[in-house]
């Protein structure tokens, strides 16, 4: 659906920026394009929505050429998503989020209720949307940043670095809602970055560059198997490419699918027997269809006994998941980031497939080893 | 403990008479601001786009303000006879430079990074003057209209040397009279008042419209 022909950006002072970049970007993928610092990543961006405009070659879209389309027109139908977040200081988070839309001219109505539906999409209460952005967190401004550039429905959207000046653990989380969110929505999208982490992690396709031109586009599994050159290698680092070599790479294939779980309707009582035949001090907590709801621990069960009796009126439901297709290397840094015993596993519509434990992790890890010795 | 004696007296006797010239000096400075404002705003709005004539356009009203009043309005009287017109149009020539160059900056100091968020969004150059670069520099744009009301309610009082009347009349009247300390200052302290009061209201107006307080006017 994106297309670059020969595409080359000269700047003033006849420095090639880009030089005759030719990629082809499928409908609903996800690419990152990467590279050191001054490498043409921005400019490679900028130019698909004409924030800066081709020196040679032809960028289309959907088959048309963009230099022949309104660009103020064009740019409505593009989302735009940037490092320093952006969002209006006088504008309240609605209207932030609606700007496009009202640039299309929708009624007020159709916007508020475009501005609800968007915040539900990340988890935010809907009373944020009268705050004002500097009301919020880093993380969730830019939540509002990303919902912002989602507004109008846009089929592509332009991200430059957007969760680079964000901590860690915030990053990570919305790094793995954000890819969630892309599988759901089916957008295409363009993304810089300069961290391989997030690029492996979020990318279908990954764009290396460097100084103005393309070095590698593949899959993150096969840069990392086959890195085109030394330039690519000592890009990824060796840490990486040791990381990628052990046959199993999902959590699906590791994962123990018999976690200890209990019913929400259940009682407390049958709660702690569980717990006793199971030696856990806690119990992942499903409803109907098997959905994950949450998770109790036995001090939650001591503290609400007198309470409450149900499983369902003392369920945690703040609590981090994966899905079975996630890596193993990224959940590894993530549960030891976020000090959590066990993560559950879950597909796409939330229902509990199994569990990884720091135990099967150490399994892993001894059979690795043993596998070696075995080799010799 | 005489002075204040005469001036409560003055007061008592002229009461309505300082009161016409109290609202005569405050009109002249208001016009003057007001055309000044209707002028230089878009003048500034201008420069801040175009920045090749921002040098050219701010020495101009610079050059307007290094000229002594008594001098400008003698000029501008030469030109335009006597009266409050010739009054209003100095107030306006000098209310020009704190107007203009405080858009200018204004605009110009409105975060790069959100021109180019509304630029990429699709927003016309228009629109992102209206919605975006106006709105976030209206605070610094009051700044310069305050600080031209109190130069031009200062400035005013010399209106009175080509017939325009207003709060310097009186002070004319007390240095003409025998004894008129009192009637100086019965001239005097309402214009001081009105510049500190000018002073206050556009200060709080100032920082209603600051983007940091911008949940109040919602
Ligand atoms: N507006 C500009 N004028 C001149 N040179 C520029 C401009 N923008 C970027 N460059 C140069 O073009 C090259 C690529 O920049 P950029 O696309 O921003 O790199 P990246 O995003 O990969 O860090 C750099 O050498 C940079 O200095
Ligand atoms: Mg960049």
Known sequence: ???????TKIYSGNKKAVNNLNL?????????????????????????????????????????????QNRVQMRREIGYVIQQIGLFPHMTISENITLVPKLLQWSKDNRRERAKELIKLVNLPEEYLDRYPQELSGGQQQRIGVLRALASNPPLILMDEPFGALDPITRDGLQEEFKNLQRKLGKTIVFVTHDMDEAIKLADRIVIMRDGEIVQVDTPDEILRNPANEFVESFIGKERLIQTRPDVK????????????????????????????KRVDSLLVIG????????????????????????????????????????????????????????????????????????????????????????? | MDLLKELVTYY???????????????LMSAYGVLFAAIVGIPIGILIARYSKLSPWVISFVNVIQTIPALALL???????????????????????????????????????????????????????????????????????????????????????????????????????????????????????????????????????????NSRKLS
């Open chain 2, 74 to 212: 003698a000029v501008l009287m030469l030109v335009m006879g006597l009266g409050t017109n010739t009054v209003i149009l100095a107030l306006f020539l000098y209310s020009l430079l704190p107007i203009v160059k405080n858009t200018y900056t204004g605009i110009l100091g409105v975060d790069k990074t959100l021109k180019e968020a509304g630029n990429a969004m699709g927003m016309t150059r228009f629109q992102i003057l209206r919605m975006v670069e106006l709105p976030l520099s209206l605070s610094v744009i009051m700044a310069g209209l305050r600080t031209a009301l109190v130069i031009a309610i200062g400035i005013a009082t010399i209106g009175t040397f080509i017939g325009a009347g207003g709060l310097g009349s009186i002070i004319v009247r007390g240095t003409n009279a025998a004894e008129g300390g009192a009637i100086i200052l019965a001239g005097a302290i309402p214009t001081a008042l009105m510049a500190v009061l000018a002073d206050f209201v556009m200060g709080w107006f100032e920082r209603l419209l600051s983007p940091a």
């Open chain 1, 250 to 277: 999902t959590v699906g294939q590791i994962m123990n699918k018999i976690p200890a779980t209990v019913h929400k309707e259940e009682t407390l009582s049958t709660a702690i027997q569980r717990m006793k035949e």
């Open chain 1, 288 to 376: 109907e269809d098997q959905t994950l709801e949450g998770y109790i621990d036995v001090e939650d069960i001591e503290e609400n006994r007198k309470k409450s009796t149900l499983v369902g009126e003392i369920v945690e439901t703040e609590l981090y998941r994966v899905k079975e297709d996630s890596l193993i290397r990224d959940t590894i840094q993530k549960m030891l980031r976020r000090h959590t015993k066990y993560v559950p596993v879950v597909d796409d519509d939330n229902r509990l497939k199994g569990i990884v434990t720091r135990a099967t992790l150490a399994d892993l890890v001894y059979e690795s080893i043993w596998g070696d010795e075995d080799d010799n």
């Open chain 1, 1 to 7: 659906m994106l297309t670059f022909e020969n595409v």
């Open chain 2, 12 to 26: 008592n006797d002229n009461g309505a008479y300082v009161w016409t010239e109290f609202y005569r000096h405050f």
């Open chain 1, 24 to 68: 082809e970007i499928e409908k609903g993928e996800f690419i990152c394009f990467i590279g050191p610092s001054g490498c043409g990543k921005t400019t490679s961006m900028k130019m698909v929505n004409r924030l800066i405009e081709p020196t040679e070659g032809r960028i289309l879209i959907d088959g048309k050429d963009i230099m022949k």
